[in-house]
């Protein structure tokens, strides 16, 4: 995929947001926050062929921010440079749908409820309560 996106063997790819985008680690870990030389999408695309915004634990207090819109709206649009959005385990997918919507599409958090569940621990005599 990162072939496609970058548009050759061996892309140039960095990660931004949380820095975790599961396994294995891919690219250079350019932060939490996008460094300043890059509010230019000519200097982001000068350096990068690829951009993954690693949104694991996206919203307001971390990683994502809605502010990068524009900068990566121009890094593909005009630059035709790629980028991939991962989202996983978010309560706010706000900020991840700015940056994605000049492409048509957006996150939607749902609760799965997988993990309610009633447990008895009647068997454990000293479980705090």
């Excluded at 200097?43 to 207090?61: N, Q, S, T």
């Excluded at 524009?70 to 700015?98: E, T, W």
Aim: with cysteine; hydrophobic share 45%; aromatic share 8%.
């Amino acid at each position: 995929m990162l072939r496609y996106l970058g548009r050759q063997v061996h892309p140039r790819v960095a990660r931004l947001g949380d820095g975790y985008c599961g396994e294995p680690v891919i690219g250079t870990f350019l932060g939490a926050e996008l460094p300043g030389r890059y509010v230019d999408p000519g200097a982001l695309a000068a350096d990068w062929d690829v951009i993954i915004i690693c949104g694991a634990k996206a919203g307001p207090a971390r990683g994502v921010r809605a502010e990068w819109a524009p900068i990566l709206d121009a890094y593909v649009r005009d630059d035709g440079k790629g980028l991939l959005a991962v989202l996983d385990y978010s309560q706010d997918a706000a900020a991840m749908n700015a940056i994605t919507a000049p492409a048509g599409f957006a996150f939607d958090v749902i609760d799965l409820g997988y993990a309610n569940m009633n447990v008895d621990l009647s068997c454990v005599p000293d479980m705090p309560p």
